[in-house]
């Protein structure tokens, strides 16, 4: 087909992606010609080209990313996509992050940046009490530091 149009068959393919997202994706992008094909492109490579998610590189994230897209509103092709990437990247771990629990209840994490530089984050930390709390942070905060120095 690519020969008879006189085109590269990179360039059918890029269109058959966006063609593809907005078949998927259907009512859910209001102007469907703002769809870019680096978008497109990256939908389909994560979803997979086959139907019923055949050959997705992580069926997990495929099925996580259209649970995503079928539970967003309708709304234009940038947002929407960015809202689908943001999904896709909030499985991902990320380096050097150690959870913070108390009682199998997940409280924060520290996460060890740059140079000598730790993060610290407490999300829930709210019923815990404030000595429970500081010798949790000094357990934590030695692993950290041990797991530096190796």
């Known amino acids: 087909m690519a020969q ?20 998927i994706l259907g009512d859910r992008i209001v102007v469907k010609r ?8 990256w939908f389909v490579q994560t979803i997979g080209r086959e139907p019923g ?3 997705a590189p992580d069926p997990d ?10 539970s967003l509103p309708p709304m234009h092709a ?3 996509f960015a809202e689908l990437r943001a999904a896709a990247k909030a499985e991902r771990p990320q380096p050097n992050l150690t959870p913070l629990a108390h009682a199998g ?15 610290i984050d407490l999300t829930d ?3 815990v009490e404030l000595d429970t709390l500081i010798d949790l942070l000094r ?3 030695a692993r950290v530091r041990a797991s530096v120095t190796l």
């Open 125 to 127: 930390a709210g019923d």
């Open 139 to 141: 357990e934590a905060l």
């Open 4 to 23: 008879h149009l006189g085109v590269h068959k990179s360039t059918i393919s890029r269109r058959l992606d966006v063609v593809r997202a907005i078949d």
């Open 78 to 80: 940038k947002p929407l």
């Open 61 to 70: 994230m495929a099925a996580k990313v259209l649970v995503v897209a079928s």
């Open 105 to 119: 209840h997940a409280i924060g994490s520290i996460r060890r940046k740059s140079g000598d530089k730790i993060r």
């Open 34 to 41: 703002d769809v870019r094909q680096r978008d497109a492109s």
């Open 53 to 55: 998610l055949a050959d």
